[in-house]
């Protein structure tokens, strides 16, 4: 049993800042692989980022990449996903995402909107 919870989701103009967390629920979120993925009013879910238990090991969207930062903050055992530099296409329902290795994403936050306003 994993719980996700998010946090950090918000308004915010074309340009700026906003930083989403992802809490997990449990000892076992350390060997955790945890990825965001986001969706937008009509259309399908997307793939943002994800970040290996260890942190050492990372991926990104080509639509984020330059832009986005995954992290892992090892003292409050949670997620970060710093986005930067946010354009009105970035506006959409994130959700954190965890899996097992060699898993599916079984765990799945409640979501957290993050709108942009040009």
């Known amino acids: 049993q994993v719980q996700l919870v998010e946090s950090g989701g918000g308004l915010v103009q074309a340009g700026g800042s906003l930083r989403l967390s992802c809490a997990p629920s449990?000892?076992?979120?350390?060997?955790?692989?945890m990825a965001w993925f986001r969706q937008a009013p009509g259309k399908e879910r997307e793939f943002v980022a994800t970040?290996?238990?260890?942190?050492?090991?990372?991926y990104y969207a080509d639509s984020v990449k330059g832009r986005f930062t995954i992290s892992r903050d090892n003292a409050k055992n949670t997620v970060i996903l710093q986005m930067n530099s946010l354009i009105p296409e970035d506006t959409a329902v994130y959700y954190c995402?965890?899996?097992?290795?060699?898993?599916?994403?079984?765990?799945w936050g409640q979501g957290t909107q993050v709108t942009v306003s040009s």
């Open positions: 970040i290996s238990w260890s942190g050492t090991s990372t």
């Open positions: 449990g000892r076992t979120s350390s060997s955790l692989i």
């Open positions: 995402a965890a899996r097992y290795p060699g898993s599916g994403y079984d765990y």
